[in-house]
Structures are given as C-alpha cells and as structure tokens.
C-alpha cells in the first residue's frame, strides 16, 4: 500500500500552512532584494489592521507543523528564513508583511520536510519568568539574557524608525541575513522542556537584537545591533485559551548559527 496516498492522511492537514517552493523562493527573494536595498520600510514589521502602529513581537507556529518538522526521516537540523509576504489568505495577510518559514534538512543538506510559514503576532503576552541556563541542553539561554535581547528590540522600534537602521541591523561580516539554523533539539526541548512534565507546546520565534561592541579598530567603543531570533515553547493556545492572556515562558532557546555563512548543511 502507498502510505502517501493513504484517505486517513488528509486528516488534521488543515492545521498545517504551507508553500509552494516556487511560493518560497518569491518570498525570500523579496526579503532580499528589501534588506540589500536603499528603501526598506519598517511597515512590513507592522500590523496592517491595527489603527495604532504595533511592531511583530513573536512569528507563531503550532504545535502540529513542529511535531511535523521532527518527524520527518533523517531530519537533523531545521532552518528559519526570513521572507516578506505579499498576499496570503489564511493570515489575512494582504501587504507586504514580514514572517518567517520553517523547513527541515537532514545530515546532507537536503530538504525533507514542507515549507511552513509561520503567523505574525503583533500583541504582547509574553512575560519572562527567571531562570538558569540548563548545562548540556541544546542552545538554551538563561531568562536574563533573553530579557535583555528581547528588550533591545522594542527599544530599537520605539525610537524614530529610519531605514538605514533597519538594514543595518541585518548586516553582519558576511552579508545580510537571509535567516538563522537550528539544531533540532532546540525545537524538541521547545516542545518538551527538560527538567518538567510540561508537553503540547506551540512554538513562538522572538525578534531580538544582540547588541554587543563594535569589532574595530577605533579607540572609543561603540555599540553594535545586530538582528536575531529566540525560540520558546508556549501553552496551546486552543485549551480554554483567548491567546490575549500573559504567557510565562522560562526556557528560551538562541539560533547561533545564522545565513550567511551557513546554508543547508553545516
């Protein structure tokens, strides 16, 4: 029997929200002609149905696309590319619009899973709860640092939002950032935290901005901003939930490994 074909299959593929890859390369190309560009805009960063201007805070998928993205064969790493969506319904999306697509890799680089393209949230409900960093778990960090990441990206969109800033916070020594790579146990610790009986977790990915000091030759130090992603397992949003109430999160995960240089495989 071909299991692809199988009727039962079609059940719950509506929890799902795919692209084409011809849909994916028109998506991420459009992040990289904007991010390389003169005229960036912070309007894609915005909620385009809100009367007031709210800034993306999270990218939201759901629980069934990352126990997708861990169940597909020979899966080792998962990768996060950033793109700008012109027109996609099941968002509502109808102006250009930043998100983020999901898809995984196995040791060879190559593709084994859908591309999933996750949801803009422009509300805030996330609150940090304190914690220590797990020794030997995946790329977790601890709940200041996240704080203190997460922090830096609203400071950055509260203050006047000029483009020149905004391409160069994608702008690192190899170029300008088209997306960070996982190793998939920061999504499997997402969903399951060690150290708790905590399971059936959504997944939300956090803009942040690491800032550090500049790496050059001047006398005085001066800051440096640089664009990145957390990772963190949220409640499901479907038990009993509005998704408006405050959610504390106390087990964040970083994407160290961002594109360029890395690509597919590393």
């Given at each position: 029997m071909n299991n692809h074909h199988y009727q039962s299959?079609?059940?719950?593929?509506?929890?799902?929200?795919?692209?084409?890859?011809?849909?994916?390369?028109?998506?991420?190309?459009?992040w990289t002609k904007q991010v390389s560009g003169t005229e960036m805009s912070w309007k894609v960063f915005t909620d385009e149905d809100s009367s007031i201007e709210q800034i993306l805070v999270q990218v939201y998928f759901n629980d069934a696309t990352i126990q997708s993205l861990l169940s597909c064969v020979g899966v080792k790493h998962i990768h996060a590319r950033f793109a700008i969506v012109h027109d996609y319904h099941p968002y509502k999306i109808k102006l250009p619009t930043f998100t983020i697509i999901l898809y995984a890799t196995d040791h060879l680089g190559q593709r084994c899973s859908a591309y999933h393209i996750g949801k803009p949230q422009y509300h805030d409900t996330i609150t940090v709860a304190s914690s220590k960093p797990l020794e030997g778990v995946g790329n977790f960090i601890s709940s200041r640092l996240a704080q203190e990441w997460i922090s830096?990206?609203?400071?950055?969109?509260?203050?006047?939002?000029?483009?020149?800033?905004?391409?160069?916070?994608?702008?690192?020594?190899?170029?300008?950032?088209?997306?960070?790579n996982y190793i998939m146990s920061d999504f499997m610790y997402s969903?399951?935290?060690?150290?708790?009986?905590?399971?059936?977790?959504?997944v939300v990915i956090?803009?942040?901005?690491?800032?550090?000091?500049?790496?050059?030759?001047?006398?005085?130090?001066?800051?440096?901003?640089?664009f990145g992603l957390v990772l963190a397992g949220v409640q499901l949003i479907a038990k009993g939930r509005t998704g408006n109430e405050d959610e504390e999160i106390n087990s964040f995960y970083d994407l160290s490994l961002p594109t360029p240089p890395t690509h597919g495989a590393f």
């Open positions: 299959n079609t059940a719950g593929l509506e929890e799902f929200y795919t692209i084409s890859e011809l849909q994916f390369l028109e998506y991420t190309l459009d830096e990206w609203k400071t950055v969109c509260d203050n006047p939002k000029a483009p020149a800033l905004l391409n160069e916070m994608f702008l690192t020594n190899y170029g300008y950032l088209t997306g960070y969903l399951f935290p060690p150290g708790t009986r905590k399971e059936c977790y959504d956090l803009p942040v901005i690491h800032k550090h000091v500049a790496d050059h030759l001047n006398t005085q130090p001066t800051w440096n901003r640089t």
